[in-house]
Structures are given as structure tokens and as C-alpha cells.
């Protein structure tokens, strides 16, 4: 089945921190540097937790992330971007995230 | 000593493409060990864990049609509020999440006792494996690509995650929530439809009771491991006013 996709342009890896509102569930998010994210990891790493914001608290960090030129620089569903390597990474409707390679993308459609 | 819950974390979804995670999880107790799942977009890749620092061991591992889930297991972790990461490959970016929880008064040996996976597509989800020891809890979790489960089933308690219409981590961390008989055991949960599935499971064993003696001193009762020529046994130690 071939699916239509948007691109959106790559802009590089994020580092994000996530906090949520535990009344309204409303999450917001803050990026961080690779440097800020990596050192959390190490041991004794907790001390550099984000605070919370307000009626928000920090819930989780993340990383790696494929940031693209959307609002928020997630990739949406049914999108895909190209990156540096020459793969591409899409987010399919009810198939989640995979990568492929350029060719695998024709006249934005893919086959899934 | 007895098998206890001791904490939760982790219990929020991440929708990026991303290939690494972190959240905060607070042990304390003793004869500690925690357990983490965690779930990646893509068949077939891998994940390392690490708590403060410390590697976590792969404890099973197992694929659906979109995702595959990991349990991964540390014994002795650190006390305190540490930091679970998750981490998959570069090349490997896509949604994950994960859940953990953290167990005191349990054996710390290196591995677990036994382990199991399960995959299916059904409205119902029992992931089990052949527990080997006496006084043993299971372990486990599901991802479902129904979006969560509806309700645990028989023998199963879900510490974190994974139930529908709620904004927590689609993969579950669940338990036996008490002692299991040995042979095959199982994790059981209901998905509000019939829908692809993918569990795993491990059995732990509780910490041996402590061989110790009554020793009866200047200043009261203390206890102590006495070691015999042939081992550690419980003994009477004639002191210098009895029989303690």
C-alpha cells in the first residue's frame, strides 16, 4: 500500500525536557543542549534535573531527536524528512516511525 | 524476607523521533532490584539501559508487527532519586517509552530466575515462563498497538502505564504483586480490542533469610553470622552468664 507523505526539511538532533501539568495533562517542552542531556545519564547525574516550571513538572528528557521545521520540529504523522546520511526517517498513520532510503521515496509516496 | 514494591517511574509516552529517554526513579530498601521496560518504534533494534550510571542487564526481549519491547533488570541499583536512560542507536530514532519499578527483599544473585515472551494479535494478553524457584515474583509488561490495556487480568498488577485514555507510557510495568508457584507462571492483561501484542516476563527470587544467631551481650541482643568449619549456621553461644 503506498502511502502519501509531506517533507519537511531536517534541521538537526534536539534534546528536549518534558513537563506536565499533572492536573489539565498538558505537557510542555524545553530543549536542552546534548551536553545538558548527556550528564543526567552519568552516575550522581540527577542533580542536574531540570526544575519544575510552575504547575509543571519535569516528567522525562529525550534525545536523538530527528527535528524538523514543523512548529514544534516533530515529525508529524504521515510526514518525512531527509537526512545528511541520505536515509530517510517518516512517521507513518498507525505504523509509527521507520527509515528507509531516499530511493524508497517516490513523488512523496512510500510503500509500506 | 518477603518480596515488596517498593516504587514506580517513567509513565509518560514520548512522541518524537527520538533515540534516548530518561526519567527519575527513587529506590530504597534493602536486598534491592529494579526493572525497567522500554519500547522501540522499529523491529529488530537494540536498547541499553543504565540506572545512575550503572549498565542494566537485558533480560528479555521481544518483537510486534511495528515495535519491540525490553526488559531490562539491575540488582543492588543505588538508593535515591536516580535517573533510568534508555538508549537505542543513532541510526535508530523513532517514538519510544518505558516504565520502571523497583523491588525490595529480593535475592542479589546476577540473573534472574527465569524469563519468557510472548507476542500475538488478540483481545486478550498472558506472557508466561517456567519459574524455577521457590518464592518467586514475576515481572513484565506490554506494549500494545491498541494504544494500552484495558484492565489487568488474573495474577497481574500494573505499577506504571500503558492503560487507555490515560497520558502515561504505553508500555506497562507489571507484577504478580506476591509469591508464585514454581513451573509455568503468567502475566495477564485485556485490550479493549483485538489488536498485535507483545509481553515479556521474568521471574525474581526473594533474599534468604539471614542464618542468624541471638547473641546476648554486655549492652543487649545483637546479631551475627557465625561461621562453622563446614559453613554459616545458627549456633547457641554459651556466654559468661548462660545460654544465649
Redesign the interface.
Known amino acids: 500500500m503506498k502511502i502519501k507523505l509531506t517533507k519537511r526539511n531536517y534541521l538537526g538532533e ?1 534534546y ?1 525536557h ?1 513537563f ?1 501539568n499533572p492536573q489539565t ?1 498538558e ?1 510542555i517542552r524545553e530543549e536542552c543542549t546534548k551536553e545538558e ?1 548527556l550528564r ?7 542533580k542536574y ?1 531540570p526544575k519544575n516550571k510552575g504547575d509543571f513538572v ?9 527535528n524538523v521545521d514543523t512548529p514544534t520540529k ?2 508529524g504523522e504521515n510526514e518525512y524528512t531527509e537526512t545528511p546520511d541520505g ?1 530517510v ?1 517518516f ?1 507513518v498513520k498507525g ?5 528507509g532510503k531516499k530511493e524508497d521515496v517516490v513523488n512523496d509516496k512510500i510503500e509500506i | 524476607m518477603a518480596i515488596a514494591f517498593d516504587a514506580k517511574g ?3 509516552t ?11 526513579h527513587t529506590v530504597s530498601g534493602s536486598d534491592r532490584i529494579i526493572f525497567s521496560t522500554g519500547r522501540a ?2 523491529t529488530g533494534n537494540d536498547m541499553t539501559a ?1 540506572y ?3 549498565s542494566m542487564t537485558k533480560t528479555a526481549t521481544v518483537a510486534g508487527t ?2 519491540r519491547i525490553f526488559l531490562f533488570t539491575l540488582h543492588a541499583p543505588a538508593t ?4 533510568l ?1 534508555l538508549t ?1 542507536p ?7 517509552d518505558g516504565s520502571s519499578a523497583s523491588y525490595t527483599g529480593a535475592k542479589q544473585t546476577s540473573t534472574v530466575d527465569s524469563s519468557g515472551t510472548a507476542t500475538a494479535t488478540s483481545a486478550s494478553c498472558s506472557v508466561s515462563t517456567t519459574v524455577v524457584a521457590s518464592n518467586c515474583w514475576l515481572v513484565g509488561g506490554v506494549r500494545t498497538n491498541a494504544g494500552g490495556v484495558s484492565s489487568d487480568g488474573s495474577g497481574t498488577t500494573t505499577r506504571s502505564g500503558a492503560f487507555i485514555g490515560d ?1 502515561s507510557s504505553q508500555t506497562c510495568i507489571s507484577d504478580s504483586n506476591g509469591n508464585v508457584s514454581t513451573g509455568s507462571q503468567s502475566l495477564n492483561w485485556t485490550l479493549p480490542e483485538s489488536n498485535n501484542w507483545y509481553a515479556v516476563v521474568a521471574s525474581f527470587e526473594t533474599a534468604p533469610a539471614s542464618n542468624l544467631a541471638n547473641l546476648k551481650t554486655l549492652d543487649g541482643i545483637a546479631k551475627a553470622n557465625i561461621k562453622t568449619i563446614n559453613g554459616v549456621a545458627i549456633a547457641s553461644i554459651k556466654t559468661y552468664d548462660g545460654i544465649a
Open positions: 534536539g528536549w518534558y506536565q495533562k505537557v542531556y543526567m545519564g552519568e552516575k550522581g547525574g540527577a534535573n519535569w516528567v522525562q528528557s529525550s534525545g536523538g531527536e530527528i516533530e515529525l536515509s526517517f512517521n505504523k509509527g516511525h521507520g527509515r | 517513567g509513565n509518560f514520548n512522541t518524537g523521533t527520538i533515540t534516548t529517554l530518561t526519567w527519575s518504534s522499529n543504565t545512575n550510571g550503572v511495528n515495535d535515591g532519586a536516580n535517573n536512560v537505542k543513532s541510526f535508530a530514532a523513532g517514538q519510544m497520558t
